[in-house]
């Protein structure tokens, strides 16, 4: 199992959303190399990075950074947001990206999907991002009324070799993961589950390693010390 931390960027600045609202964007590092080399430093092996910018208006203009990332601190980086076709997931493999996660976009043409991961096989990753069990698009904002699991199956059917699970309502609320919707989807599909959202304590972590899931995105806790990386990632590896 593999602990994730994660850096979200919004107008060049790490920053944190509560339940995916832009609204309650705040900054939570002064430098996302900085706090790239903090996350390495303590035994990361991926650092997961999401462009909110991108994922709201289509823009890219924090590919800067993501590159910077890349090349100042030589990290492992799976990016998300805003990846709508091949020529965006051709962009950020330029980038020096090493897995590209598509959400919104798998739901509203799911052969783009079977078409990226024909021609990157393990370097597409699928984003679901539920709420109240159903698929959520454009940001979290959209209910698509996917049912979380029929698409999760979907997308392992089309050889998407990771699922990376969001339960809205426990993002960013320190008050741990959906257990119960984790459980299921590790029943329904074979591929590897990254469970996002409301992973705060180490006992959270173990809960999840002993579920079968295959890692954890750490963000919000990393940054107020709830959760420390480092001893997080002992225990998963021990």
Same mark, same amino acid.
Request: net charge negative.
């Given at each position: 199992?593999?602990?994730?931390?994660?850096?979200?960027?919004?107008?060049?600045?790490?920053?944190?959303?509560?339940k995916?609202?832009?609204?309650?964007?705040h900054?939570?590092?002064?430098?996302?190399?900085?706090?790239?080399?903090?996350?390495?430093?303590?035994g990361?092996?991926?650092?997961?990075?999401? !462009?909110?910018?991108?994922?709201?208006? #289509?823009?890219?203009?924090?590919y800067?950074?993501?590159?910077?990332?890349i090349?100042?601190?030589?990290?492992?980086?799976?990016?998300?947001?805003?990846?709508?076709?091949?020529?965006?997931?051709?962009?950020?493999?330029?980038?020096?990206?090493?897995?590209v996660?598509?959400?919104?976009?798998?739901?509203?043409?799911?052969?783009?999907?079977?078409?990226?991961?024909?021609?990157?096989?393990?370097?597409i990753?699928?984003?679901?991002?539920?709420?109240?069990?159903?698929v959520?698009?454009?940001?979290?904002?959209?209910?698509? #009324?996917?049912?979380?699991?029929?698409?999760?199956?979907?997308? !392992?059917?089309y050889?998407v070799?990771?699922?990376?699970?969001?339960d809205?309502?426990?993002?960013?609320?320190?008050?741990?993961?959906?257990?119960?919707?984790?459980?299921?989807?590790?029943?329904?599909?074979?591929?590897?589950?990254?469970?996002?959202?409301?992973v705060?304590?180490?006992?959270?972590?173990?809960?999840?390693?002993?579920?079968?899931?295959?890692?954890a995105?750490?963000?919000?806790?990393?940054?107020?010390?709830?959760?420390?990386?480092?001893?997080?990632?002992?225990?998963?590896?021990d």
């Amino acid at each position: 199992m593999k602990i994730l931390p994660a850096i979200d960027l919004k107008d060049g600045q790490c920053v944190r959303l509560v339940k995916g609202d832009y609204e309650t964007a705040h900054k939570v590092a002064e430098d996302p190399v900085e706090t790239a080399k903090r996350f390495l430093d303590a035994g990361a092996t991926m650092i997961h990075m999401v !462009d909110l910018d991108a994922a709201k208006d #289509g823009s890219r203009a924090n590919y800067d950074v993501v590159e910077r990332v890349i090349r100042e601190t030589g990290a492992t980086v799976e990016l998300g947001g805003g990846i709508r076709c091949m020529a965006d997931v051709d962009a950020v493999l330029d980038l020096g990206v090493s897995r590209v996660i598509i959400g919104s976009a798998a739901v509203k043409d799911p052969e783009f999907v079977r078409d990226a991961v024909l021609k990157y096989g393990e370097k597409i990753a699928v984003g679901i991002d539920a709420r109240g069990g159903t698929v959520r698009t454009e940001g979290w904002l959209k209910d698509s #009324g996917e049912d979380f699991l029929q698409f999760a199956s979907l997308m !392992d059917s089309y050889c998407v070799q990771t699922i990376i699970f969001t339960d809205i309502d426990k993002d960013g609320m320190l008050a741990g993961p959906n257990f119960d919707q984790l459980s299921q989807l590790r029943q329904a599909v074979s591929c590897q589950i990254i469970a996002s959202g409301g992973v705060t304590t180490l006992d959270d972590v173990k809960k999840l390693h002993k579920l079968g899931i295959d890692g954890a995105i750490a963000g919000k806790a990393v940054y107020t010390g709830s959760l420390d990386l480092a001893a997080a990632i002992r225990a998963v590896e021990d």
